[in-house]
């Protein structure tokens, strides 16, 4: 079937997670433990950060999680602060995060536009800071779809959010791709009945992605010409 719809992840795919998470995720830390070294040291191991390479270790569950899990992480390195806080902070940075595109959003979005092509992003961070550096990087008016983990559909590698993106574009699963740079967004896709394509802007190696992925590409830039070979 015809390719009628692309369906984005945000972080690692959309912007690239070293230059914009590991940045985000050192300075977190370092607010959080106001000066403790012994809690920032927790805090680290709670969410498998390394704090000498300032990078998060491929194995982190806050690398494909929600901010919800996220919260819970950090949690249990902060006992004295609950859950709930810990995850309107999180929500609160997330959203001014120190964003990094992976190529030039704006012009790789139109030329998909101008094919025709149904385009969305589902993320498990929240809709609100999705929305926020979708915004930021001049896109959020360019999707069809947008949805987080609080949406209202549920969370990867749950297929229910990529299905809402069929449902809402009018779209058979079977004609959209679910793009992302980790095993949570593909394994999503292929529950979903969708076809799946890897990047490699997030911390995944190209092995890993290549056992739930139709290809793996170095980064979105490079969609358009997998996309011609398709048609082809």
């Known amino acids: 079937m015809k390719i009628a719809g692309i369906l984005f992840d945000k972080d690692g795919t959309l912007f690239d997670f070293r230059a914009t998470w590991d940045v985000w995720?050192?300075?977190?830390?370092?607010?959080l433990a106001a000066g403790d070294n012994g809690v920032a040291q927790r805090i680290a191991e709670a969410?498998?950060?390394?704090?000498?390479?300032?990078?998060?270790?491929?194995?982190?569950?806050?690398?494909?999680?929600?901010?919800?899990?996220?919260?819970?992480?950090?949690?249990?390195?902060?006992?004295?602060?609950?859950?709930?806080?810990?995850?309107?902070?999180?929500i609160d940075r997330a959203a001014n995060a120190p964003l990094a595109p992976a190529v030039p959003l704006l012009a790789f979005m139109d030329g998909?536009?101008?094919?025709?092509?149904?385009?969305?992003?589902?993320?498990?961070?929240?809709?609100?800071?999705?929305?926020?550096?979708?915004?930021?990087?001049?896109?959020?008016?360019?999707?069809?779809?947008?949805?987080?983990?609080?949406?209202?559909?549920?969370?990867?590698?749950?297929?229910?959010?990529?299905?809402?993106?069929?449902?809402?574009?009018?779209?058979?699963?079977?004609?959209?791709?679910?793009?992302?740079?980790?095993?949570?967004?593909?394994?999503?896709?292929r529950r979903a009945g969708m076809r799946t394509l890897g990047v490699l802007t997030g911390v995944a190696q190209a092995e890993e992605l290549l056992l739930l992925a139709d290809a793996v590409l170095p980064d979105i830039g490079h969609i358009p010409t997998w996309l011609d070979g398709q048609a082809a």
């Open 112 to 189: 998909l536009a101008a094919r025709g092509l149904a385009l969305g992003v589902m993320t498990n961070d929240s809709e609100q800071a999705a929305r926020a550096h979708l915004s930021h990087a001049g896109i959020e008016r360019r999707l069809d779809f947008i949805a987080g983990f609080d949406s209202g559909f549920g969370a990867k590698p749950a297929p229910g959010p990529l299905l809402a993106f069929a449902s809402q574009t009018g779209l058979a699963p079977e004609s959209v791709v679910m793009v992302g740079d980790s095993t949570h967004d593909l394994l999503a896709g």
């Open 25 to 31: 995720a050192a300075d977190l830390i370092a607010e």
């Open 47 to 90: 969410i498998a950060f390394d704090l000498v390479s300032k990078q998060f270790l491929p194995h982190s569950p806050v690398i494909a999680g929600t901010n919800r899990e996220a919260a819970e992480c950090v949690g249990s390195a902060l006992p004295l602060r609950s859950v709930e806080d810990l995850e309107i902070v999180l």
